[in-house]
């Protein structure tokens, strides 16, 4: 089954360490992204990746780094430098640029304890 | 500065009647539209698009309204179900330039019985 899978669904991290989220898809699509979402905020785009090797910073990159080593897998590291890391993250993929529309994983929780 | 508007954070509708979801986009270089459906703590599956050069679009009981001119579109679920009660998201793009999808914060819909 074509997909993409985000883990772990919780996760928890205490301040002042970095964490790591994963992100793979077997869809074959160029375009991935990271979504951050809060309540009452809707979905911000923290960063995107429209081929492999290569990112661009969304609405909120701060505190936040990625990669794309793999057309596959789009790691999102949240770092100790964001303040308010605290959220529910969503990863997506789409086939290219076009008029295509965007498939999402089931989303990792993210507690600060 | 929020590109993808929706005005209303939450609606309630008695099934069997039709719910209108707005949304309202300020980057007149946005080509594609895009609706999604979320549930909590889950990703937002893709319900309905539309491309800048139709104004309607229709897909069993959903209807998707693009005008252009006001820089505004809507989704029509027609007729409501239970089922339906969820966040409904919208999202734009440029496709001439990049791969980046914009949303909106999202309505809450409620389909009461």
């Known amino acids: 089954d074509g997909g993409i899978t985000q883990s772990p669904k919780y996760l928890f991290r205490k301040e002042g360490q970095n964490v790591t989220l994963s992100c793979e898809q077997n869809?074959?699509?160029?375009?991935m992204y990271w979504y951050r979402q809060d309540p009452g905020q809707g979905l911000r785009l923290i960063y995107y990746s429209q081929i492999v090797n290569d990112f661009q910073k969304g609405d909120i990159a701060e505190g936040y780094s990625v990669s794309r080593e793999k057309k596959e897998s789009f790691p999102l590291t949240v770092t100790s430098a964001q303040k308010n890391p605290t959220a529910f993250y969503l990863c997506?993929?789409?086939?290219?640029?076009?008029?295509?529309?965007?498939?999402f994983g089931q989303g990792t929780r993210l507690t600060v304890v | 500065d929020q590109q993808v508007k929706q005005n209303s954070p939450s609606l309630s509708v008695q099934e069997g009647r039709i719910s209108i979801l707005n949304c309202d986009y300020t980057?007149?270089?946005?080509?594609?539209f895009l609706w999604y459906k979320k549930y909590p703590a889950e990703g937002p599956t893709f319900l309905i698009s539309?491309?800048?050069?139709?104004d309607k679009n229709e897909d069993g009981r959903f209807t998707v309204f693009l005008n252009k001119s006001a820089k505004h579109l809507s989704l029509h679920i027609v007729p409501s179900q239970p089922g339906d009660s969820a966040v409904y998201f919208c999202a734009a793009s440029d496709t001439g330039t990049a791969s980046k999808l914009t949303f909106g914060t999202g309505t809450r819909l409620q389909v009461t019985l």
């Open positions: 980057n007149s270089m946005f080509d594609y």
């Open positions: 997506a993929s789409r086939r290219d640029r076009g008029n295509t529309e965007a498939f």
């Open positions: 869809l074959n699509h160029d375009a």
């Open positions: 539309i491309s800048s050069i139709k």
